[in-house]
């Protein structure tokens, strides 16, 4: 079994190697930064797309990845969050509300877990858990954390955050993610390598 998770690690390496360009970017406010969105086609040619996300450290490159259907579901799931949290936020403004945590009731799809170390590192099949959270210090975000475990090594693990704070954050993430502005992006690309055959 192990060898067999090692040989699919490898491979994923390499497909992570191949192809994927940047095809959008999306802010965070509650990090202050701007992340990218990186897409390809991979082995099978079905549109993949990675998601960057903050890691431990600011030097950090993890990335969640989404294929096919599950892009789709990715964008689903994010309309429903941002309606819960426009409307919790609401909430937690009129009545004050600091320091507390509430689980999200919205399924998001299983994702690969990608960052960036002294390799490419894997953690597949990984459940996301969001939460609405308000700060002691009363700042207001949706949040999705958690640890990644290599699936090829148990010992190598990274920590990501994901954090969206403003209704805006989630509007920028959902139009970055419009499957069809992607693929014309990859069509456009062809067309004109196609010219130079």
Partial sequence: ???????????????????????????????????????????????????????????????????????????????LAKEK?????????????????????????RTTIAWLGSKWWFSFNKRLSPEFVVSSEGDILFLITGKAVSSSNEYIDMKYYFALSRASDFDELIEALNIEKITEHFNKKQNVEDLFK
């Fill in 1 to 79: 079994m192990k060898r067999f998770i090692t040989i699919i690690a490898i491979l994923f390496s390499c497909l992570a190697l191949r192809a994927e360009e940047k095809v959008g970017m999306y802010h965070s406010s509650y990090f202050d930064v701007d992340y990218s969105i990186e897409a390809g086609y991979n082995s099978r040619n079905v549109l993949t797309v990675y998601v960057q996300v903050e890691g431990e450290h600011s030097s950090d490159k993890v990335f969640f990845n989404f294929d096919g259907g599950d892009i789709d579901y990715f964008v689903k799931a994010l309309k």
């Fill in 85 to 109: 949290f426009v409307e919790w936020q609401d909430i937690a403004i009129k009545n004050n509300v600091t320091d507390m945590r509430k689980d999200l009731d919205i399924s998001f799809p």
